[in-house]
């Protein structure tokens, strides 16, 4: 709506008068401003409503104003609860305080693991001084096994020699006379033959 109400609630009385000052307010300039121009004027449908309907559409503007007031008490009524549960809303200083708080427990918790890690590398060194010994003598005994398996392969190694000795021995004093006496009867079966 184009203007200004300079009408108060308070100055309305329900009576067949009001009617008229209402139809008469609208006329006149100085109870609504509004700015001059060519196109005709538009006034708020409440009132020119009552103006021209009367009694009937007065007791629908008093229906209209007591909702307006049980709206306005509702209204009123959830700004009331919004206020309370606003003591309860966090602000800047609250949120700085979270801030330095959360700042605080982050070193705490940062000590705190620092120390862990010392704990647990005291226990790792403890682990290891104990178990250094346990390796040791594992070693020891892997040495020892070492050992006893390089004395089994110069064994091997000896039976090898042995074996190829042996195999020379056959050979120089079995295979060697066997092939001569071979050849030999070869060469005279063949030389008898031929002559």
């Avoid at 305080?97 to 705490?108: I, T």
Wanted: charged residues 25%.
């Amino acid at each position: 709506m184009a203007g200004s109400w300079n009408v108060n609630a308070a100055q309305i009385c329900f009576t067949n008068g009001v009617v008229e000052r209402l139809s008469n307010a609208m006329e006149e300039d100085s109870v609504m401003d509004y700015p001059v121009s060519n196109t005709t004027r538009v006034f708020p449908p409440l009132i020119f409503d009552v103006g021209n309907k009367g009694d009937h559409q007065m007791e629908q503007l008093t229906k209209r104003v007591e909702q307006l007031e049980k709206t306005t008490q509702q209204i009123q009524t959830d700004v009331a609860v919004l206020t309370a549960r606003s003591e309860h809303f966090a602000t800047k200083a609250d949120i700085e305080k979270v801030r330095a708080e959360q700042g605080v427990m982050r070193v705490e918790i940062m000590g705190e693991l620092g120390a862990l890690e010392q704990r647990i590398d005291k226990k790792f060194e403890r682990m290891q001084d104990q178990l250094n010994p346990k390796f040791d003598k594992i070693d020891l005994i892997f040495e020892r096994i070492d050992q006893k398996f390089e004395r089994i392969d110069q064994r091997f190694n000896q039976l090898e020699d042995k074996i190829a000795a042996f195999n020379n021995s056959i050979t120089w004093k079995i295979m060697i006379p066997t092939g001569l006496l071979v050849l030999a009867w070869f060469v005279q079966n063949i030389v008898l033959k031929m002559s």
